[in-house]
């Protein structure tokens, strides 16, 4: 994969690009929220540590093409408003897994819709993907009606896969094909890369 650590997507009023140190705090207050992170796989982020963390690693591991995550910054504002990812991308069956997450006062405006059609568009157009996957908790029916408004199916569900904070949940698994979101490309967004 190349490096994605230049690269930019923008919607009407979002910005997508690479998170950078400067974004820690914003990070920090959104994934340290236990609203946000009520069915997320790891528990509510304890310290700014782990945003510092994320952000480094991302740093490392965008130029080396190894996943896409793309911070979402309102353009009005240029509030860093959630985060959208492209991971466990596989190369040969030209796959890739979906997530994200966004501050809890930001929730109710398509923002993430918004964001996340930018996303599959360049995960199919520029990366050729043939399949994009959601691994979801099925309480969660935000993030289901999010994905289900995208066009993604339902297509299967997996009991107790999950283990955060000794809570035990499933999974519901979630997949796009290219064939599927085919009507809509081109039509997204600009790259901006
Ligand atoms: C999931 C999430 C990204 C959705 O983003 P959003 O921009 O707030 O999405 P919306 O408010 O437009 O809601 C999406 C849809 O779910 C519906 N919805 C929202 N809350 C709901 C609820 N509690 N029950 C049922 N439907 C709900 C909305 O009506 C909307 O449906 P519509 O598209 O038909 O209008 C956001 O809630 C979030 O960041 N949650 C925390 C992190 C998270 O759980 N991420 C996913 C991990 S897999």
Redo the contacts with the bound molecule.
Sequence with gaps: MPSFSNLTLRTDRLLLRPLCEADAPSLFAIFSDPR?M???STPAWPTIDKAHALIAQDMQEMSAGKYVRLGIERKDDGQLI?NCTLFNLVEQCRRAEI????AFA????????EALSALLEFGFSELALNRVE?D??PR????A??LE?LGFKKEGHLRERWIVDGEVSDSGLYGLLRSEWAPRLGKVHSLDS
């Design positions: 946000v009520r069915y997320w959630g997530g994200y997450g966004l930001a929730w109710g405006r398509g923002y993430m819709h959601a979801i908790d969660n029916l935000a993030s009606r999010s408004r």
